[in-house]
């Protein structure tokens, strides 16, 4: 049966890889177009120490901009165990409709969990949310693993 997405014609799933990078590059660009001149592309690790001094920033400002730095930082800490879920799952010809649902289903939660800890966490409420959709995307690239694991036994 054809999908509204067309998610049983083709293996979408590798193209996955980069739009999760890119997913990881969303918070970092946020937070440098927030810190602007505090911005320094020569040095831009020292981006929060610099906005920090800067008077003219709110407290708010200061967090997500803190807050979205982190957010890519636990995009990349994830994305290599995602990119090796997704070979695993390819190697072991798990059905196109199969990997394209779960890795669809990864970006958009890595995706909302950008929004959920960028955004929405300046209620802190919100940071079992946060880590609720992180849990979910972890859990996603398990079942990636564990889906290709038993059809290879």
Known sequence: MATPLGLTSSNWSYYTIPV??????VPNTYAGVKAGKNF?????RKTEE????????????LRRISRAR???????????????????????RLPAEQMNRLTLAYIVSRAVYNYVYIVLQDNRRM?????????????IIMSLFVLAGQTLS
């Open 40 to 44: 320094d592309n020569t040095n831009p």
């Open 50 to 61: 610099n906005c920090a001094k800067d008077a003219s920033l709110d407290k708010v400002t």
């Open 20 to 25: 999760a990078w890119a997913l990881c590059m």
């Open 127 to 139: 940071a079992t949310v946060r880590s609720l959709v992180w849990v979910s995307g972890i859990g």
């Open 70 to 92: 982190a957010a890519t930082a636990n995009g990349f800490e994830t994305l290599g165990l995602y990119a090796a879920a997704v070979v695993a799952g390819n190697a072991a």
